[in-house]
């Protein structure tokens, strides 16, 4: 059993035991934090499997240069420098875009390099913004004061003909350059991403990283519990905080998988569990694994984040919490907030606001854990209105639990349109833990609306 | 039974605590305020139809987590003037509400006493700013954490007035030698993007225009780009405005517009000046006394490793970070007291 596996390339720790499979040869997947098994086929072809503690994906994003026909940073310029009869070199970072601050950081490094081993060629550097990460603010005032001269550009006044020619205008500057243009990289997801997000069932973001866009994912989370994204693998801004991300994976690989502080709250009752794996599907931190000795599904610990998707969704009732109370038939006006987003928001509201409202409060760990069946017991009479507060998805703890309570309620406001059962008096709303004042004004005017 | 003392309870300190407390370990926060929260405290969420990722929601749950917690004492009102003792057994000498105390059996100490804002310090505020259509990012802050989302048109943000146009002028307290600051801050660029589409957000026919020198990457698992900009109706202007003139109406800005050397002017209603993260003064008191180094700026840095001294730094004091990489750091900090204490708890 290793602590980690690095996908791609390798990170050396003295405390973590570690292996490393190429992301071309990885095949398949199980497992969950704690114990993941990872089948590949090695250099004879040969398959083998290892088993792991956790998994850090650590691939380089993909370096495209935009113009093509352009020199690129990786090329070795050299030869080129050496028998150029230009008197010039010309680097252009942001061409189509904005670039991460490792490109600004990567070009000023080239730019100096350039200068200080070909004293006699003019290096001008051109830019929109430069970005500072660890020394950049330092290495641009040095390569200002070696002579390297940076000229700003925007949208229109920069242009690249097809003839491979830079046209620059300003006021006071016209410039017309011909060869010895290096292009600074864009950063694209690696191909074998996709891959790899398919065999650990891994949602991407919208630009095609394995991390997805949420903030209870900062800094190196993948949304399954004990996998990591490391740079290239998490996104652009991945490499802005490289040393300190990969410090920070290491040691909570070590902190939450070595030696774990471990809450045992919900259970499944193997009599009851059908093996149906709802359950497995449902939850967003990959905590739900199979009890081979038992025949049926148990909770990961280490994954388990507490949303109770799982109890909301499981057909046989077989998952509880441990000490839980049935829920009493409640009545009347009733709000079920979400303990990350709408509940934090409504204590902060002060005791006054919340005797005046006097409304019933629910307070539950996630919107994904409402249960249908527990929507239309409370709306059965048609005096009852219900209101569910989740979270917005980028900050929901649980992924995209807000979408799943989304879901629920709107099958359940169309079956009771179709029972015409007036479906308005069940509401959906987004609130972050901030919204204090949101939140008083909205179940003020909910309020008033239902009576 | 031996303790760990953070001292600062802001994010990084509470962060630190919470990681700590949940491993079992005593934790006890020095506070220097009545409260915990530090910073956070006065920032608003910056939600618009949709959650621009500003992480405040992770601070919520921090503190809920510390105020649950019954392995985190806090001692509030509380200074420190004293430091002695050798490494795995230290005693820090605290002043609460003008008596003395000193606590003793602290296995690690953990500076996390943040930063301080650029208009917080003496220099921070010219004359040219002094005017109440000229805000502070905090300023307008306040507002945003005040607003109530109502659906039915009404003024949202209560600025006193409705602005027909806002400008933001970034860069202050930061990459300027007058300033003291010749770095960039970093999280300035982030910070008022956001601020600049809750606006856009509450008032949609304001004009947003931003004075910019380099759009910086906008945190953790955001990044800025023009098109983004673009998309939200934030024109940019890349330079620093040279003069602002005031009359009854409205403000002037000049500046030179980089393309054509000429210069040219814009006027608005409301001014959003960005705010450079500096240096907490305190940080020369903790150079001393736990024997730590200053950077250029007066951000500490430990002199030897922090696993050998048993002091630790966690978040701003180190310099500038954004919300989710103080917390971060935190966590890292935390993990690496864990291990550091198991290491020497195993004997090796």
Redesign the interface.
Do not use: H, P, V
């Given at each position: 059993m290793y602590d980690v596996v690095f996908i791609g390339n390798d990170i050396k720790s003295p405390s973590l035991s570690s292996f490393q499979i190429n992301p071309a040869q990885l095949l398949t997947a199980r497992g969950e934090i704690g114990n993941f098994y990872l089948k590949y086929k090695d250099d004879k072809e040969d398959l083998n499997e290892v088993e792991t503690r956790a998994v850090v994906i650590n691939i380089e994003a993909e370096k495209e240069t935009p113009a093509t026909g352009l020199l690129s940073f990786e090329r070795n310029l050299d030869n080129i420098l050496r028998n150029t009869r230009k008197d010039y070199i010309v680097i252009v970072q942001d061409y189509n875009e904005l670039a991460p601050a490792i490109v600004s950081k990567e070009g000023l490094e080239k730019a100096i390099d350039i200068r200080k081993r070909f004293p006699d060629l003019n290096v001008y550097y051109f830019y929109r913004s430069m970005r500072f990460i660890d020394n950049n603010d330092r290495r641009f005032e040095q390569a200002r004061k070696m002579g390297i001269v940076f000229l700003k550009y925007e949208r229109d006044n920069l242009k690249i003909t097809d003839s491979r020619e830079l046209i620059y205008n300003r006021e006071d500057i016209n410039l017309k350059l011909k060869d010895n243009i290096i292009m600074a990289p864009e950063l694209k997801p690696a191909a074998v991403l996709d891959r790899v997000a398919r065999i650990f069932n891994l949602r991407k973001s919208e630009k095609g990283y394995l991390q997805p866009e949420n903030i209870y994912l900062q800094p190196t989370l993948s949304g399954k519990r004990g996998v990591y994204v490391l740079g290239g693998a998490r996104g652009t801004t991945g490499y802005s905080n490289l040393t300190d991300e990969v410090e920070f994976t290491l040691n909570e690989i070590r902190n939450k998988t070595i030696d774990p502080v471990i809450e045992q709250e919900r259970v499944v009752d193997d009599q009851k569990c059908i093996l149906c794996y709802n359950c497995y599907r449902i939850c967003n931190h990959g905590a739900i694994e199979r009890d081979e000795v038992l025949d049926a599904m148990k909770i990961n610990y280490l994954a388990c984040q507490g949303c109770n998707a799982c109890i909301a969704r499981c057909p046989a009732g077989a998952i509880s919490i441990a000490g839980s109370e049935d829920k009493k038939q409640s009545k009347g006006l009733k709000v079920m907030m979400c303990e990350n987003s709408a509940q934090p928001a409504w204590k902060k509201a002060g005791n006054k606001v919340r005797t005046a409202l006097n409304l019933e409060i629910e307070e539950i760990p996630c919107a994904c854990s409402i249960k249908k069946e527990d929507l239309f017991n409370h709306l059965s009479n048609p005096e009852n209105r219900l209101l569910i507060l989740g979270c917005f998805e980028e900050s929901c703890k649980h992924i995209n639990g807000d979408k799943r309570g989304q879901q629920v309620v709107d099958e359940v406001k169309a079956t009771l349109e179709k029972l015409d059962l007036n479906p308005e008096r069940l509401t959906f709303k987004r609130l972050s833990p901030r919204m204090t004042a949101d939140l008083e004004y909205f179940l003020s005017a909910w309020k008033e609306d239902s009576l | 039974m031996s303790k760990i003392a953070i001292v600062g309870g802001g994010i990084a300190g509470l962060t630190a605590a919470v990681e700590l407390a949940?491993?079992?370990n005593r934790v006890l926060i020095i506070e220097k305020g009545s409260e915990i929260g530090g910073n956070v405290e006065s920032?608003?969420?910056k939600?618009v139809d949709?959650?621009t990722?500003c992480?405040?929601?992770?601070v919520?749950?921090i503190i809920?987590d510390v105020s649950s917690s019954k392995n985190i004492e806090i001692l509030y009102r509380t200074s420190i003037n004293d430091f002695r003792g050798k490494t795995g057994d230290y005693t820090l000498g605290i002043e609460t509400d003008g008596e003395l105390y000193s606590v003793d059996n602290l296995e690690y100490i953990v500076l996390a006493t943040g930063f301080t804002k650029w208009s917080e310090l003496e220099t921070g505020t010219p004359e040219a700013f002094k005017d109440n259509r000229i805000l502070w990012a905090s300023e307008l802050e306040e507002s945003i954490?005040?607003?109530?989302?109502?659906e039915n048109g009404q003024d949202v943000i209560d600025l006193g007035y409705s602005p027909e146009s806002v400008v933001f002028i970034q860069c202050n307290g930061s990459?300027n030698m007058q300033e003291k600051a010749?770095?960039?801050s970093?999280i300035c660029c982030g910070y008022n993007y956001r601020m600049a589409r809750v606006l856009k957000h509450y008032y949609p026919e304001v004009d947003i225009n931003m004075f910019?020198m380099?759009?910086?990457?906008g945190?953790?698992?955001?990044?800025?780009?023009?098109?983004d900009l673009a998309e939200n109706d934030i024109g940019c202007i890349?330079c620093k405005p040279v003069r602002i003139e005031k009359n009854d109406n409205n403000l002037i800005l000049h500046y030179e517009n980089?393309?054509?050397?000429?210069t040219e002017s814009i006027a608005t209603d409301l001014i959003v000046l960005s705010e450079g993260v500096h240096a907490n003064e305190v940080n020369e008191k903790w150079a001393d006394l736990f024997n730590l180094q200053i950077d250029d700026y007066g951000f500490l840095m430990p002199i030897e490793s922090e696993e050998q001294t048993g002091i630790f730094l966690a978040g701003t004091v180190k310099g500038p970070k954004d919300i989710?990489?103080t917390?971060?750091?935190s966590?890292?900090i935390a993990?690496?007291i864990?291990?550091a204490r198991?290491l020497s708890k195993s004997g090796g």
């Open positions: - | 949940a491993a079992g920032y608003g969420c939600a949709i959650c990722k992480n405040l929601c992770l919520d749950d809920n954490k005040n607003r109530i989302d109502r990459r010749r770095y960039c970093r910019y380099d759009i910086q990457e945190g953790f698992i955001q990044d800025i780009s023009f098109s890349n980089q393309l054509t050397g000429k989710a990489g917390i971060s750091d966590k890292n993990y690496r864990k291990n198991n």
